[in-house]
């Protein structure tokens, strides 16, 4: 069984950074893919950006592109999320989860139902 605990949300001003980490235990990081979600009041969780096991696959949503990234150390067996030039729009809680590599995850690697464990979310808000 993996388990996560997230840290490092809170509370930053448009324009700002703030990383977000995952640190897991039971299981080792590197046997899985791995992703950020985010989801905010009334809507579903959406995938922010994915990485398969290896790391030759990716996926990052256009709404994040160029100012998120993903990574993952395996000798701490943590993953984060680095935000930077962070909007208004960003908030919202975010979720790290690993999935089981698979075909399943084929065309699908940040769809949040080929996750099967997740961190306990931790609330990012962006506000001036």
């Known amino acids: 069984q993996l388990k996560f605990v997230e840290s490092g949300g809170g509370l930053v001003h448009p324009g700002g950074s703030l990383r977000v980490s995952c640190v897991a235990s039971?299981?080792?990081?590197?046997?899985?893919?791995i992703g950020w979600f985010r989801q905010v009041p009334g809507k579903e969780r959406e995938g922010v950006s994915c990485?398969?096991?290896?790391?030759?696959?990716?996926y990052t949503s256009d709404s994040v592109k160029d100012r998120f990234t993903i990574a993952r150390d395996n000798a701490k067996n943590t993953m984060y999320l680095d935000m930077s030039s962070l909007k208004l729009e960003d908030s919202g809680v975010y979720y790290c989860?690993?999935?089981?590599?698979?075909?399943?995850?084929?065309?699908?690697?940040?769809?949040?139902?080929?996750?099967?464990?997740w961190g306990q979310g931790i609330q990012v808000t962006v506000s001036s």
């Open positions: 989860g690993a999935a089981t590599p698979g075909p399943g995850l084929y065309g699908r690697l940040c769809v949040p139902y080929q996750y099967e464990y």
């Open positions: 990485v398969s096991r290896g790391g030759g696959n990716t």
């Open positions: 039971g299981l080792s990081l590197d046997a899985f893919a």
